[in-house]
C-alpha cells in the first residue's frame, strides 16, 4: 500500500510520453489527448455531424399538465403550414410501436408519446416534422389537444395517501412495488442495544445539466424493417434491447451509433433512449430521416432527474457510539414512470447500504412511488447521495446525542483493514483498503487540528463556524444482476439469472505496427483516449503516439455487450482492464509467433522501447513493427497451428459479481473505493449566506491510472455536489408545474462559487480488477452534499438550533433559522377603489404585482376606452385578432414572447365587477402549444388634477413551457408587458408617452461610474 498526496496546486504534469520503457505510463500524471480538439473548436459532437439529404427537423410538442386525460388531438391546421410533413401522435405509436419494459411486476406501460393520459408537464404529446426546425416550431401553435385534468401527485407523503388519484389505474395506488429485507438479527441488536437513535431526511430532485443537450439523428429502412440512429446516448446499452422491442424489431435491426465527442452526460444522456424510439418513429411514419436537438429548457423540464427520497433510519447504539444494528425505511420517488433502468437509483447500493461501517444486522423496507414529475434516471453518483444523506446525518446524530465527538464516532465504526475483504451485512463485498489509516492520514496531512483551532476562534469572536465530515464507500462497476433484487427470489428464478458486468475492448495491430483500440464506452469527458493509450503502450512497450483510440461506438460492427456504457464508474476498473487484458492476450501471441526466431520460449520474449527479445538476449532483438507485420504480410510462414497476431477483443467480467441469493444478498458492485472528508464552513448571522472555508476530501480508489485526469474527476463531482447541496433545485407547483426550466432559477454553480478543494490520495490497489484500479469519479456527489450538512449542523449547534435545512441549503432557509419569523407585511394602500374584490394566485407559477400610472385623460375617457373592443385590442400587448363573444367577454388571438420561448394563444378575457368609471375586474385564461394561464386584474380609476390615476392589482399563474422558464424571467416579461399597456393607454388617450419605470442599464452604468446622464 502507498500513501499519496495530490494538491491541486502541485500536481506535476509528465507531458514527455516518449519516456524510457523503465518508467511505465500508467500512473503518470499526463494531459489529455482529447483536448486538443476541443481547445481548437474541432470537435465533432453530434449536432455538428453531416445529416442525410431529404432529413426532417422535428419539434416536440409536451404537456402543459401535470396530470391530465387525453381527449382527442387536432393536427389539421398544422400540417397545412409550409414546410411541415407530417405530424406524428399517439395513435401512430400505438400502431407502430410498443411500450417500453418495466423494471417491476406491475400493469404499468410508459409510450414514447402519450397515448390516453399525460402524467407529467413536458411530457411528448405530438412530433412535427418539417423542412426546417423553425417552420417545425411554427407549426407546434396550430394543433389543438384536449385535455381533461386530473388531480396531481407531487409528493411522496401524497403519494402514499389513501384516495390520492392513481397515476396509472391498472396499479391502483402509486405505491408501485415494496419489499422489505432482513440480514442477521436486527430484533436482537435493537433489544439489547442501550439506546436507539433516529433520523429522518429528503433528499430532493436535482440534475447534472450537461453543456450539450439530447441529439437524435434516426432513419428507418423500410426495405430491411430496420432503424439507424446516432444519439449521444451514453448506456447501459441494457437499454437497447428495451429500444428495439418498443420499435418492434429484433436488436440486430437497430444500429445505434454515437458521434465522436460528448458535451458530458452525468449518467444524464442515458435517458435519451426514449426519444431514440420516439424519432425511429417518426422517420418511420415520414418515411424520410429525422433529427431532432433538445433546447435547454426541454432538458431541466423533462429530460431526466435524480430521484428524490425519503429516508428514516434507526440505529441501534451502545455507550460508545458502536452501532449494531440500523432499521432503514427508503421511499422512493420515481416521477411518473418507472423507466429503465429504475429502480436502479434505489438498489445500486443495495450490497453497501451500511457504508463504510461494521454494523452486521440490518432490516430494510424499499417503496417506490409514482409521482407527477419527470421520469427518473441515472445522476451522476446515482443513489449515492441518497443513501448517504440519510447515513452520515445519522452518524452525526448519533454523537450529539450521546455528547462524543463525530469524529469519534466514524473511527469507531468503521470496518477494519484486518477484515478485508469484508462481507457486508446485505451481501456486498468491500475489496481492499484501509479505512482508518485512511482517515488519519487525511486528519494529518488536511491540518484538522488547525481547522479545529480555527473554528474555536471565530466562534469566540460570535461568529457561526462549524466542521463537518462525511465516510462513505463509492461503489464502482454495477453487478448486472443488483436491480433484480427488486424482484422476490421466486420471480428471479423464473426470470432467468443477472449478474456480471460485462466489458469490451478490441486492440489490433496494422501492417505498419501501428495499434490501434476500440471499447465499448462512450466516453462524456472523462479521458478514455488518454487512458487507454497509456495502458496499451505500457503492454507492448511502445511510445504513447504509437496507439490510436477510437471510441466511436457502432452496436452494428463493433463488439459489445449489454453491459456496455459508460456509466457506474466502471471505465478505469472494467474498460481500460479489458483493455489490457486484450492487449496481454494479443502480445502473447505476438511472442508465441516469434518465440522460433528469437530462439527462445515465449514466456521469454519481451516487449520494451519498440522491440521485441528475449529476456536472456535482448541485443537479438527485432523491431515492433516487424513482428507486427508478419501476419499481414507473409501469413504463409506462420507456424504450424498458429494464428495470426492481427487483432484481440476481450469480454471480461468481475468474478466475485453473482446474482442475488436466495437471502437477497447481493455484491451489487465489484469493487468498493473509500472516501473520507470534512470541511469547514460559516454562516453569515444576518444574510444566512453559507461561505465553504475548506474542504479536505481523501480518497482511496485503488491505482491511479492518471493522477492528473483523476483530479479532474474529483473536481468535477465535487463542483456537482456543491450545486446539489447549495443551489440546484427542480421547483414544482402545487399542481406539478415545472417551475424551474431555466439557469436563472435553476441555479448551477460556477467557478466562483466552487472553492478548491484539497484533494489527498492513498491507493489501495483492488485485487478485483485487472489493473488494481476502482472508480473515482462520482464519490464527491455521494460525500460533499451530507458532509455540508454536517458541517451546518454543527455551525446552527452554536445557538442552539438542532435542525439542518433541506437541500439546498439555501441563505433564505438558515435566516429563517437563525432569526425570528418577520411580522406579516402591511396591506397595501395602493389604489383608491373601497373595498376591492381580493385577488388570488391560482396555482402554477403564481405572479403577483401592484402600481399606477398617470393616464392624461379623464376617467371617463379612460373608462371608455377599456370598453371599447377595437381599442382593448390596440392595447394588449401581442394582440392580433380580438373579437366579442358575449356582454363584456372576448375571445382573443395573442402571441407572447417570454425569454427564450414564444407562442400564440387563445384567450378568453372577461370584464366583471364594472364600477363606471372607477373600477372593474378583469379576468382571462389561454392556452398554447407553450402552457396555459389564467389571472385576474383589478382596475381603479381616480380622477386627478391632470387626469386620471389607473392603480391595477393582479395575480396570475402560467403552467407549461411558459411557467419553466423561471420566476425571475416571468416577473421581468409580467412588468414590461404591463409597461407596454400603459405606453398604449397613454398614447391612446392622447398624452405623451410616460417616463420609464425604471433608468437603462446603461444610465445605470453610467451613474455608478460617476458619469452624468
Known sequence: MTATQTATRTIELEGDPAQSAAAPFVGRAMPRVEDAALLTGVARYADDLPVKPGTLHAAILRSPHAHADLLGIDTAAALTVPGVAAVVTGADAKRLASAFLVGIRAPMEHWCLAIDRVRHVGEPVAVVLADSRYQAEDALDRIEVRYRPLPPVTSITQALEEGSEPLHPAVGSNLVNSRSFRYGNPEAAFARAARTVSVEVEYPRNSCTPMECFVVLADYDAAEDSYEVLSNFSGPFAVHPVMARALNVPGSRLRLKTPPHSGGSFGNKQAVFPYVVLMGLCARVAGRPVKWVEDRLEHLMAATSATARRMRIDAAVEPDGRVLALRMEQTEDCGAYLRAPEPASLYRNHGNLTGAYDIPDLAVTNRIVVTNKTPTGLNRGFGGGQLYYGLERLMNRVAAELGLDPLDIIRRNLVAAEAMPYRTASGGTLDSGDYRATLEQAVREGALDALKARRDALRAE?????????????????????????????????????????????????????????????????????????????????????????????TGKDAWSIASGNYSSRFAGAVAGAAQVAATRLRGRMAALVAGQLNCRADDVRFAAGKVFSDANPDNSLSFSRVAAAGHWAPGMLPDGQEAALRETAFWTPEPLK???????????????????????????????????????????????????????????????????????????????????????????????????????????????????????????????????????????????????????????????????????????????????????????????????????????????????????????????????????????????????????????????LDPPNALTLTGSGTSALGSGSGTGHVTLERTPTGTRVTYRYGASVGGKVAAVGGRMLDSASRLLIGQFFEKLVARAGGAAAPAERPSLLARLLRLLGVAR
Open 659 to 913: 446474482a442475488p441469493t436466495d437471502a437477497d444478498h447481493i455484491n451489487s458492485s465489484a469493487c468498493y473505493g473509500f472516501i473520507f472528508d470534512f470541511c469547514g464552513v460559516e454562516i453569515d448571522r444576518t444574510t444566512g449566506a453559507l461561505r465553504i472555508d475548506r474542504y479536505v476530501t481523501m480518497h482511496d480508489a485503488g491505482r491511479l491510472l492518471n493522477p492528473l485526469l483523476v483530479e479532474g474527476q474529483i473536481l468535477g463531482g465535487f463542483a456537482h455536489a456543491v450545486g446539489t447541496a447549495l443551489y440546484e433545485e427542480y421547483a414544482y407547483g402545487d399542481d406539478g408545474r415545472f417551475l424551474s426550466g431555466t439557469f436563472a432559477d435553476y441555479l448551477v454553480p460556477t467557478a466562483c462559487e466552487v472553492p478548491v478543494p484539497v484533494i489527498l490520495h492513498r491507493e489501495s490497489p483492488s485485487p478485483v480488477t485487472p489493473l488494481g484500479a476502482k472508480g473515482v469519479g462520482e464519490g464527491n456527489c455521494m460525500s460533499t452534499p451530507v458532509c455540508l450538512a454536517n458541517a451546518v449542523a454543527d455551525a446552527l449547534s452554536g445557538i442552539a438550533v438542532d435542525e439542518v435545512p433541506s437541500l439546498p441549503i439555501t441563505p433564505a432557509k438558515l435566516a429563517a433559522l437563525i432569526h425570528p419569523p418577520e411580522p406579516p407585511r402591511p396591506a397595501s394602500t395602493a389604489g383608491s377603489g373601497e373595498n376591492p374584490p381580493p385577488i388570488t394566485t391560482p396555482a402554477g407559477r403564481g405572479l403577483t404585482g401592484e402600481g399606477s400610472r398617470e393616464v392624461p385623460a379623464t376617467p371617463e375617457q379612460v373608462w371608455a376606452i377599456l370598453l371599447d373592443p377595437m381599442e382593448l385590442a390596440a392595447l394588449l400587448p401581442g394582440c392580433e385578432a380580438l373579437e366579442l363573444v358575449g356582454p363584456n367577454a372576448y375571445r382573443a388571438e395573442v402571441v407572447v414572447g417570454i425569454g427564450p420561448v414564444r407562442g400564440r394563444y387563445t384567450a378568453e378575457v372577461a370584464l366583471s365587477d
Open 462 to 554: 460570535g461568529r457561526l463556524y462549524g466542521i463537518g465530515y462525511a465516510a462513505v464507500v463509492e461503489p464502482s462497476i454495477s453487478n448486472m444482476g443488483y436491480i433484480t433484487t427488486v424482484l422476490t427470489a421466486e420471480e428471479r428464478r423464473k426470470a432467468g439469472p443477472k449478474n456480471g458486468a460485462q466489458a469490451t475492448a478490441s486492440v489490433a495491430v496494422d501492417p505498419t505496427g501501428g495499434v490501434s483500440v476500440t471499447v465499448a464506452s462512450a466516453p462524456q469527458g472523462q479521458g478514455h483516449r488518454t487512458v487507454l493509450a497509456q495502458v496499451v503502450a505500457d503492454v507492448f512497450g511502445l511510445r504513447f503516439e504509437d496507439i490510436r483510440v477510437n471510441t466511436d461506438l457502432d
